[in-house]
């Protein structure tokens, strides 16, 4: 069996196990749905009408019909309705989707532009001041926390230039691409501050093991320019371990970054998850956990089939 | 002591050990009640001070010491990321050894169980395990210790799975060696250094997580001081005083550097292949 299909076939496996793990836990929340989403003003219902509202919800059934029955709607595609939104799940997050993709896309895009030039840099320049000061800067921006450098962020912005960025509603590219952006570029930075030190420290080590291969002896011999040399024939082969790094803290990202949209306000997908928690919106978080799930190993088996294209070394699945 | 030798004479190893001992120390002062004020007592008529003699990092909103709370909160810290990381080494060693050494459909099932886990977004999971739960201490350590458990299983595994095709696991069968003796003599023994590793960069993981988790208010509750929670009581008061964000945020900042600079020297030391890159 080919690599992809095998791969693919493992898929559903994990994705049960997702379903499973996060469908009954969160059935362990103390709490009802329904008192959750009324509030006091749950006491006010009727039995009657709490059981039409269970029963509306699918909650009323023994828990593996429950199970049995939402499994069945998610192979069709349907996730269930929320609680607190009063619509289709699929909805929900696909209302909230954009943000965390955008976010993601922004934070990747900061991380690489900045990251793959000071490790080339670094490796260029192995053990001179230059190379030091990238790599202790790198080794900060790793053990920063996401929110102290938000935090960081917004005091500079209101504190120093009486600036604070737009929170609350969002604002889609399609609408206002300035202002989406204006709105997204702080929490990009700060997302993207770890992500640009890891991708510098893996781009340095990288380089350092290309530069000291047999081509570059022979390209440098041949007198090929230094900066075509690092640019043109170093960098290329050394950026296989940043293209997975990156795809795997992309992966991470599109799940949503529970942190950094609690600090600016935004509403993205962990934050959806992290309400729905809160509510006990059963569907809304089995839906939301199940999508960044299947996200997540998408996004993985990406990053391995790029890793084959890069490499044509590298066949993947044969031993 | 060759080994703490040689963590001493690597540059990165040297800073992050001093400041890991220099933490340990102040959560032993902390500990033992050695603060310079209590940690939780409010003097309220010293209500946002700034940094002075007498308080020498300030004082919060209800005018409580934030040195002698920080140095609480490092013990704080330093307890949750142990416990949750010498947790998830646990569990994640027995899981990937076991796999890598029964193969088969043992294997299939553990993997495939840890790769759940892995696809579970990883604060969330602790979100969730917390929400089950309740926030606390003891809950954080094992939200974090749930996360942390399938890295392990996979760095166990991996290495399992080359090592009992050895010669000298076949040589010990040969001598009639029990299972477990085999497990825990030689294929654990072979298995520390990367372990080691592991460990210490999770460290700096775990601290990571428990500062993320006490900031959004579910790690440990107040009034006991916590280095994230402190973080986040702050965020409403960086105006009036920013010493109750920057002091609380270095000190976080700097922990997880001293683990994770202490991890990288261990790692260089242990696996000569990084050693030669960084020389």
């Known amino acids: 069996m080919s690599y992809l299909a095998r791969r693919l076939s493992t898929f559903p496996l994990i994705l049960l196990g997702v379903s499973v793990l996060v469908f009954f836990s969160i059935r362990l929340i103390p709490g009802d749905a329904i008192t959750a989403m009324l509030g006091t003003e749950a006491g006010l219902l009727t039995p009657a009408q709490r059981q039409a509202l269970a029963a509306y919800f699918g909650i009323d059934q023994p828990v593996f019909v429950q199970y049995g029955r939402w499994l069945a709607g998610v192979v069709q595609g349907d996730l269930g309705i929320s609680v607190t939104y009063g619509r289709p799940v699929l909805s929900v997050i696909l209302e909230r989707f954009p943000l965390t993709l955008e976010l993601a896309l922004l934070s990747m895009l900061i991380a690489l532009c900045a990251g793959i030039p000071a490790g080339v840099l670094a490796a260029t320049r192995n053990e001179r001041p230059s190379d030091l000061g990238i790599r202790i800067a790198a080794m900060l921006g790793q053990s920063t926390p996401s929110f102290v450098i938000g935090l960081l962020i917004i005091y500079v912005l209101s504190v120093v230039f009486g600036a604070v960025p737009a929170m609350g509603v969002f604002t889609p590219f399609r609408a206002d691409p300035l202002a989406n952006l204006g709105q997204l570029i702080f929490p990009a930075i700060t997302l993207g501050f770890a992500f640009a030190a890891s991708v510098t420290r893996i781009a340095r080590s990288s380089m350092l093991d290309v530069l000291n291969e047999d081509f570059i002896r022979t390209a440098r011999a041949k007198g090929a320019p230094a900066r075509s040399v690092v640019w043109h024939h170093a960098l290329p082969n050394a950026l296989i371990p940043v293209v997975t790094l990156s795809g795997v803290e992309f992966g991470y990202l599109l799940g949503g970054a529970v942190i950094v949209e609690q600090i600016f306000a935004l509403p993205g997908l962990g934050r959806l998850t992290l309400d729905a928690i809160g509510q006990r919106d059963y569907a809304l978080v089995q839906g939301s956990v199940l999508f960044i799930a299947f996200n997540f190993l998408i996004v993985n088996l990406l990053v391995d089939l790029a890793y084959a294209a890069l490499d044509p070394r590298i066949r993947l699945g044969r031993r | ?279």
């Open chain 2, 1 to 279: 002591m060759a080994m703490l030798k040689a963590i001493l004479a690597h540059p990165s190893g040297r800073i992050g050990a001093a400041i890991i001992v220099l933490y340990a120390f102040l959560a032993l002062l902390g500990a033992l009640g050695l603060t310079p004020h209590d940690p939780v007592q409010q003097f309220r008529i010293d209500r946002l001070k700034p940094p002075s003699a007498t308080y020498w990092m300030g004082t919060d909103l209800f005018g409580r010491d934030t040195l002698s709370r920080l140095m609480v909160g490092i013990g704080q810290s330093f307890v949750i990321a142990f416990a949750s990381v010498g947790l998830a080494a646990l569990a994640g060693s027995l899981i990937g050894l076991f796999a890598g050494w029964w193969g088969g459909w043992a294997d299939g099932v553990l993997m495939r169980m840890m790769d759940v886990l892995l696809a579970f977004p990883a604060i969330l999971l602790a979100l969730l395990i917390i929400a089950i739960v309740g926030p606390g201490t003891f809950t954080s350590v094992a939200a974090i210790a749930i996360v942390y458990t399938p890295i392990f299983a996979r760095v166990v595994r991996g290495p399992t799975l080359s090592l009992k095709r050895r010669d000298f696991v076949d040589a010990a069968r040969t001598f009639g060696s029990s299972q477990t003796y085999i497990l825990s003599r030689h294929l654990l023994l072979n298995l520390v250094a990367p372990l080691t590793v592991q460990v210490t960069l999770a460290l700096a993981w775990a601290l990571l997580t428990e500062a993320g988790l006490s900031f959004l208010g579910l790690g440990t509750q107040p009034p006991a001081p916590s280095l994230g929670l402190m973080m986040s009581e702050a965020r409403n008061l960086m105006q009036q005083a920013p010493w109750l964000l920057a002091f609380p945020g270095l000190t976080i900042m700097l922990g997880i550097l001293g683990f994770n600079l202490f991890g990288d020297a261990l790692r260089d030391i242990l696996d000569p292949r990084t050693q030669e890159r960084s020389s």
